[in-house]
């Protein structure tokens, strides 16, 4: 790669640039695009890269618009709540829906188009994925991950109510298709929260009725490896909290309950944080 500087070194210091350099450096030659685009490299850059929040606000008027912020410097204050900050120019966010954020990649659903594309907000690129070949998102799921046995990015689209005769799909990036996958068992009545990504798995919050008369529901965590593509159930601690969330901390699944929630969506790049209040009635 270099007749002066031995690979090592020249790793050292690219890990370091920021995304848009490396774009520029990726086009010098093959050897550099193949170094810059190795699984080793880009695990290692966002490991090394410095995280920041996007953070998703919401106006009286149910506006949206998002502020990017350093890890440090959220914008809340204390004693009089949140500051005043300015927002970022993000045209790809309009009548779309944050479905789930991983190593600084952003997966939209843009529902004026039933589209779900793929965004890095870092170098500001998006990619539209093939139609699935279930294309109406209407009474459906959608959750994006990341596998790390394929080193491959995974969207997975079910749905909504366990008891429609639906497919269930997957989407790779690596081979650029859908593919159908196995319906969840045991069957569920309804899923009641978006996904949670930690670990290698997705997750989502979902109910179970016990009786014809649909009067005693239990609630479980639905959970999809994305290595294996099969479905499991897990107890939540507390069965009948319809409320609880799921989100991850420190690298584990966490399930949150109460009138206020945190919810967190995490990357090693950019984290999405945003306060939401969770009525009792």
Aim: glycine content about 4%; hydrophobic content about 40%; proline content about 6%.
């Amino acid at each position: 790669m270099s007749d002066y500087l031995n690979e090592g070194l020249i790793f050292e210091i690219f890990i370091r640039l920021p995304p848009k350099s490396l774009l520029r450096f990726r086009s010098l030659s093959k050897s550099l695009c193949s170094f810059i685009s190795s699984p080793r490299f880009i695990h290692m850059h966002t490991f090394q890269s410095p995280k920041k929040l996007l953070i998703q606000h919401q106006t009286y008027d149910n506006e949206d618009f998002y502020t990017l912020h350093s890890e440090d410097q959220i914008p809340l204050d204390p004693r009089c709540g949140y500051i005043h900050t300015t927002p970022i120019n993000a045209p790809y966010l309009k009548y779309s829906i944050i479905v789930g954020a991983c190593n600084g990649i952003f997966c939209l659903f843009h529902y004026q188009e039933n589209l779900i594309s793929l965004w890095n907000f870092s170098i500001r690129r998006k990619i539209t994925l093939p139609d699935c070949p279930q294309r109406c998102f209407s009474g459906v799921q959608i959750g994006f991950g990341f596998d790390p046995i394929d080193n491959d990015y995974k969207i997975v689209k079910l749905p909504t109510y366990g008891g429609r005769e639906e497919s269930s799909f997957v989407y790779s990036i690596k081979t650029d298709a859908w593919s159908e996958i196995a319906s969840p068992t045991p069957i569920f009545d309804e899923v009641l929260l978006n996904a949670c990504f930690v670990n290698g798995a997705l997750h989502w919050v979902v109910e179970r009725h016990y009786n014809k008369l649909h009067d005693v529901a239990h609630f479980y965590i639905l959970k999809f490896d994305l290595g294996t593509h099969v479905f499991d159930m897990i107890a939540l601690p507390e069965p009948n909290s319809k409320t609880a969330r799921l989100t991850s901390v420190r690298g584990s699944l966490a399930v949150i309950s109460g009138d206020y929630v945190l919810k967190v969506i995490t990357s090693p790049i950019e984290s999405c944080y945003c306060l939401e209040e969770v009525s009792m009635f």
